[in-house]
């Protein structure tokens, strides 16, 4: 059963159009966390389901209620800001009790529920101690204690985790994990770090263009980017020109990629199912591979190359390739690295290859079996 439910929410940003028709519900205990590039709107969307900006259009509904036009104070939903702010003149104490103390829970019943909260985020001790002591990883701690006191059923988070270094962001990840999985709110996170989002996230949303282009679960999104818009927001790094055959082969230049039997990834568009089609070709650094010894450009899907750059990420590394489909990223074994300037064979590999059709839009189309 859904706890949250937004439904053809519309937000604009002054005089543009904004957000639209943004819809998503969101059930106890789920995480959903919202991604998006800088200005897309992530932020005003969690206003305005906690009520502090007016959407123009559509509905927000909390545990089978319409909040839509309920004060900020009436909703049962708790947002933390991207900086939040503890009151410097109270104690750590004070400040997670501030929720309860405007409720007017009795003292022995909010002392126990702070000390419970300080305990779960691991400031058990620190109840004393002023904000200005506090390191920045326990004012975060704090501040995500202050937010769960009260229990809302629903939690929105606005990027909880940057502007921290690794451990501090290791440690108050953990916190939101461990709060979550103790009450099980419904968690709407928003985050501009994709790898937060697929650890954190059971489902993610992506917003391009004031839509919702996408919502699935993480290796959805990753696996298959359902528009041409996705796949860039997600950083694919080659995008090429190729065409559809009617067989279903895909042909980038003089490469021909023989089509998967399970069909091609990606977004095609409404056009026709026969006949050549003109399309995007876009992949990730596992989209290509370095050929095995002995492989040739007349073999299917492949095509020869020199190495231009390499590229050690913290997480592997690449080598970018100018080909004669233009230049190509790809990642390489560590132990295998290729030197700049030396000539090599590479193919696609159709499995990782996503195809977008010119008529496919930022978000219609028909989807294509990955």
Known sequence: ?????????????????????????????????????????????????????????????????????????????????????????????????????VRRVPSGELKERVEEALAAVRMSGYDERRPATLSGGQARRVALARAVVSRPPVLLLDEPLSALDATLKDEVRRTILDLHADYRPALVMVTHDLAEAGRIGDRIGVLVGGTLAQVGMPEEIFRGPATLEVARFLGLPNELDGVVEKDGALRVGGV???????????????????????????????????????????????????????????????????????????????????????????????????????????????????
């Open 1 to 101: 059963m859904s706890v949250l439910e937004v439904e053809g929410l519309a937000v604009p940003f002054g005089h543009e159009p904004g957000l639209r028709e943004i819809s998503f519900t969101v059930g106890r205990g789920e995480r959903f966390v919202l991604v998006g590039a800088s200005g897309a709107g992530k932020t005003s969307l969690l206003n305005a389901i906690v009520g502090s900006l007016e959407p123009s259009a559509g509905r927000v509904r909390i545990g089978g209620d319409d909040v839509t036009r309920w004060t900020v104070n009436r909703r049962p939903c708790v947002l933390l800001s991207q900086t939040p702010l503890l009151f410097p003149h109270l104690t750590v104490f004070e400040n997670v009790a501030f929720p309860l103390r």
């Open 256 to 370: 021909c990629v023989p089509r998967p039997n399970t069909g091609w990834s990606g977004n095609l568009g409404t056009g026709p199912d026969c006949g050549r089609r003109q399309v995007r070709v876009v992949f990730g650094p596992d989209g290509a591979e370095l050929a095995a010894v002995g492989f040739t450009s007349n073999d299917g899907g492949a095509c020869t190359g020199r190495v231009e750059e390499v590229v050690h990420r913290p997480d592997g590394v690449n080598v970018r390739v100018r080909t004669e489909l233009g230049v190509v990223e790809l990642g390489v074994s560590p132990d295998r690295i290729p030197a700049v300037g030396r000539d090599v064979a590479l193919r696609l590999r159709a499995g990782s290859v996503h195809l977008y059709g010119n008529d496919a839009g930022s978000s219609g189309g028909r989807s294509v079996p990955s």
